[in-house]
């Protein structure tokens, strides 16, 4: 009894003691591995639903071609809505001439009157869609075809500052502006880990992540410095294209990095975005409009076979 109030005494001493060490500031300037860590986004319903289906790979093959409007569109709905109707039911979209849509008369001359244009999508996101509405429906059917053992990849293309680095990467502010990116690392560890419960396969998260950047689309390890544990640039050998007589043109030599946990991955992306060409201060313009990055999860599978073998 006596020893265990001294132990509570000392421990008092201790906490009301002041600090003397400093607060270290952030190491990154986005904290993606916090937001997961304290408040993962939910996972969707037909992610969770896939965790017994081992060899069902939906769109297995197949390119999806989805359209998200850029939301700078909902701040003048009036000019917007006259030349463009969205129709997320049917997955299309209509254009009409915007010099012909401004009054009636333009429509009632004849010869002067241009057709609308109807495009179709394999999904169509509205100006009001949520960045959750976005993330679910572009990267859950991905993760679980990756999970069962094919590639999946998520590409976003389109003008400069439409929002491609929101959808992709969104902010870590909130966990309802969280982009594809955080999503898909936090769903894709919350399958790999209902899988593992359920059918005892082990598996492995790699994480790499490479810059495309200027004019001459140069190549770069975003994660070299995290990797050779130093802040100089150029530590590892350079990241370079190689032409594989199977798979094609692959990218070598980039790092990948062991991420056992979704706020280690996550991590790794805080490190990723640092590093871009575009976050540096003497960064040129045409650097930053031409900085693309390539973030990859690799998913390896272990099975136990009876002899305690792995595989």
Known sequence: MSAAQKL?????????RPSTSSVEPPLFATSFSGILQTSPPPAPPCLLRAVNKVKDTPGL???KVMLRICSALARDTSESSSFLKVDPRKKQITLYDPLTCGGQNAFQKRGSQVPPKMFAFDAVFPQDASQAEVCAGTVAEVIQS????ADGCVFCFGHAKLGKSYTMIGKDDS???LGIIPCAISWLFKLINERKEKTGARFSVRISAVEVWGKDENLRDLLSEVATGSLQDGQSPG??????PICGTQLQNQSELRAPTAEKAAFFLDAAIASRRNNQQDCEEDDHRN????FTLHIYQYRLEKSG???
Do not use: A, F, P, R
């Open 8 to 16: 509570n005494l000392s421990s008092k001493k201790k906490k009301h």
């Open 61 to 63: 093959g197949k390119v």
């Open 146 to 149: 990756v999970v069962n053992g």
């Open 175 to 177: 966990m309802q502006n």
């Open 239 to 244: 990241v370079y294209l190689c032409e594989d």
């Open 291 to 294: 900085s693309h990055m390539l």
């Open 309 to 311: 073998k792995g595989g």
